[in-house]
């Protein structure tokens, strides 16, 4: 399928934007109209990408809705987009524009930020086409789908001057800050070592075949920017996790977020070298990347680690995720699944004290449950919310309103994706990967490695400045 033919190219796009385009309608209705569009000072957010994490980007922002209101929800499923919007309204109170073509929404000059939890390979090009559109940008990790993207997210953010906050949420978490505050004035002396870990129990995603798209599906705007290829029938709408055509493995689906809490703590950016091994030694299907995974980032004084089991939900320390970090004169693990706390230890490995609240939250949005379905995600349930992504949100729209310092720049946060994303790439070429320097992640001395570095984009959809 030639989408050239079928969608405005990227370029066309942004013509159309410089332009300057009015504000789509954003309702039929005077009512709805009334509800959703600037009466006051609250920010008017569009979340784009409504299968699992939008559910709590909704969650997020019905929490904050003193200060932010949902004026329009996007999927390129109308049948995904519809439940969501059923689950939008009864949250809300009133119904957001539903959208299936999210260029409408950049078209619109009432919208002031867009949130993203689309597949990772939208990620980079759909913020950046935000950011020249005027929008400020929540985007989920990983912040993109290869390095070079991570690299020039943070120069478009320099350039358009708006915020953009990743979805690390456990920035905000107060017990993570808490923890992280205190290793950085001296509870455990000088770190000097963090291990991260994520363990799940995925099923497998069986050997998929060519089929009809979907009716309801806009396959070729799924697609956006990654070169076309045939719908299969395990590819959407969580799956594509699994493909290296559109999905970064579970290092960037789950290893971000531990791996940045632990060069937080540490207080580094980019190590000396990274090495990955591991493969898919559990079961045999369509995936394309490893069940199990194990990388050591080695910096000159300092190091981490991340270990990656995708199979068996068994982790360490009594916990699935989580790190710890180790100095001098102690350790802190930091819970993971959820944020809830952390413990600190003495040399021996003797608990001297634990922090710990119970950060669950009953009234976040509550979709309907499609646990154990393949077509969930191999028994992915749809995300409901929680405490720590709606202070998350806080933060980025007192970003945006106060200029509040953000928890989760992505200037950070590509050094966090762009880490996992190089784990991936030393593990697929079978070896250690010399980094430049820490303010320079390029491979030194491997063509073949650099290859992976950057991808091949459809015509005329290449993300650019």
Not at 68 to 91: K, L, N, P, W
Not at 143 to 153: D, F, I, K, M, R
Not at 170 to 184: F, G, L, Y
């Amino acid at each position: 399928m030639d989408g050239e033919t079928n969608m405005v190219s990227r370029r066309e796009f942004i013509d159309t934007l410089a332009l300057g385009t009015a504000g789509l309608a954003i309702s039929s209705t005077a009512k709805s109209y009334g509800q959703i569009v600037g009466s006051n000072d609250r920010l008017n957010f569009a979340i784009l990408g409504l299968h699992i994490r939008g559910y709590s980007h909704l969650g997020a922002l019905v929490k904050n809705s003193d200060t932010a209101r949902v004026s329009h929800v996007c999927d390129v499923d109308r049948g995904i987009m519809a439940t969501f919007a059923g689950v939008a309204q009864q949250e809300l109170g009133y119904a957001p524009v539903n959208v299936q073509d999210f260029r409408e929404i950049l078209q619109n000059r009432e919208v002031d930020a867009i949130t993203i939890a689309t597949p990772d390979h939208w990620h980079t090009p759909l913020a950046i086409l935000a950011l020249q559109a005027g929008k400020h940008v929540y985007v989920e990790k990983p912040c993109s789908h290869n390095p070079a993207e991570a690299v020039l997210l943070v120069q478009a953010q320099q350039k358009y001057k708006k915020c953009v906050q990743l979805g690390t949420q456990q920035r905000s978490c107060p017990h993570t800050m808490e923890a992280v505050d205190k290793i950085h004035n001296g509870l455990i002396g000088t770190p000097y070592f963090a291990r991260a870990w994520y363990s799940s129990s995925r099923k497998g995603i069986d050997f998929g075949k060519e089929a009809p798209v979907p009716p309801q599906l806009d396959w070729d705007l799924w697609q956006g920017p990654a070169p076309r290829r045939p719908y299969h029938d395990n590819y959407q709408p969580y799956d594509w996790h699994w493909f290296k055509h559109w999905g970064t493995g579970e290092a960037g689906n789950n290893g971000v977020h531990n791996i940045d809490i632990c060069r937080w703590a540490l207080g580094v950016d980019y190590p000396q070298s990274v090495v990955a091994t591991g493969g898919r030694y559990a079961m045999k299907d369509d995936q394309q990347f490893y069940d199990t995974l194990s990388v050591n980032f080695e910096y000159a004084d300092k190091m981490i680690t991340w270990e990656g089991r995708s199979c068996a939900a068994v982790g360490y320390m009594g916990r699935n995720s989580g790190l710890v970090v180790t100095g001098t004169t102690g350790s802190v693990m930091i819970y993971g699944d959820g944020g809830d706390g952390y413990e600190t230890f003495d040399l021996k490995g003797k608990s001297t004290g634990v922090f710990k609240r119970d950060l669950r939250d009953p009234d976040s949005a509550h979709p309907p449950s499609q646990a154990g379905s393949r077509q969930a995600g191999a028994g992915q349930q749809r995300d409901n919310g929680d405490p720590i992504t709606t202070a998350h949100f806080a933060n980025f729209i007192a970003g945006i309103r106060n200029q509040e310092k953000l928890n989760a720049p992505i200037s950070e946060g590509a050094k966090s994706t762009t880490l996992m994303l190089l784990s991936n790439i030393s593990w697929e070429v079978k070896r250690p990967l010399k980094l430049e320097s820490s303010t320079n992640a390029h491979i030194q001395n491997d063509p073949d490695a650099m290859k992976l570095w950057s991808r091949e984009y459809e015509k005329g959809w290449a993300p650019r400045l």
